[in-house]
């Protein structure tokens, strides 16, 4: 019987339309400022101030931001509030980042929506290229010069297992997260879709080459021990018998690897 399980359920929902009465913030400990922030990527489901939202996402600049105004939540960013994501300082800001340009604000896509993220490059004396300091915290770039937008490792890992499962296009994925991020009117979020098709052809390739135990491309050949066995190719004990040479149709070919290369292919008997 759902019907109890319904009623629960719609509850439960209601209750996540409003800031309980009494709340308090949840964030540092003695924190006396009024609740008004609630982070929808947060089970908690904890209300807290401006300052202590900010002290606790610090590393966590995708996570979406509800504030309350009295009768209802409205969308928000931690870029709006003030959270500055620093680069190369565990988060932090790097004390030179004014040396250069500043901060930037940077376009983010993650598997909850697009973000606006401010982004606090560092510029300490030999401190990484910008687009370095990106992919050091799972960021993509979507160009190695002057980076306006990138894709986190998990929106990318996310689309290739819905790609190859499901057939989804980059078009509807990224159509999918168009919505996720204004649900009324997808029309005024911006459109990244050409440099997330271009990107997510890269991550194929290089994630094709990792599998393969590359680690870099400079090298001669790939280290095999970090390598993946193909699943295809008969191995002996694992995929085939072991004493597949002792089979009394050992004259006929029965175990055949295949290698391809665009659309010439290369039969060894094994």
Not at 59 to 84: D, Y
Request: include cysteine.
């Amino acid at each position: 019987d759902f019907s109890q399980l319904r009623h629960n359920l719609l509850d439960a929902m209601l209750k996540q339309e409003c800031l309980p009465n009494g709340a308090i913030c949840s964030g540092m400990v003695g924190c006396s400022f009024p609740p008004e922030y609630i982070f929808q990527d947060c089970d908690d489901g904890a209300s807290k101030c401006g300052m202590c939202a900010i002290d606790g996402h610090r590393r966590l600049p995708c996570h979406r931001l509800t504030k309350w105004n009295g009768k209802s939540f409205e969308k928000q960013s931690l870029e709006s509030i003030g959270l500055v994501f620093g680069m190369n300082h565990s988060g932090e800001r790097c004390p030179h980042e004014n040396t250069g340009s500043g901060s930037q604000i940077l376009t983010v896509m993650d598997t909850n929506s697009l973000h606006n993220v401010q982004i606090g490059w560092c510029r300490c004396a030999g401190a990484p290229e910008l687009h370095d300091q990106l992919l050091n915290v799972s960021l993509i770039p979507a160009t190695t010069l002057r980076p306006v937008t990138a894709f986190t490792f998990r929106v990318m890992k996310l689309f290739h297992m819905l790609n190859l499962v499901g057939r989804l296009t980059p078009w509807d994925f990224c159509g999918m997260i168009q919505w996720l991020t204004d649900n009324a009117d997808s029309r005024n979020v911006q459109d990244v879709y050409r440099q997330f098709n271009q990107i997510q052809r890269q991550w194929r390739a290089v994630r094709a080459w990792k599998r393969a135990g590359m680690t870099s491309l400079n090298a001669e050949s790939p280290i095999i021990g970090i390598g993946m066995d193909c699943v295809s190719c008969p191995m002996p004990g694992i995929n085939i018998p072991k004493n597949w040479r002792e089979d009394p149709d050992a004259g006929v070919v029965l175990h055949i690897e295949s290698i391809s290369d665009d659309l010439l292919v290369f039969l060894t008997v094994i």
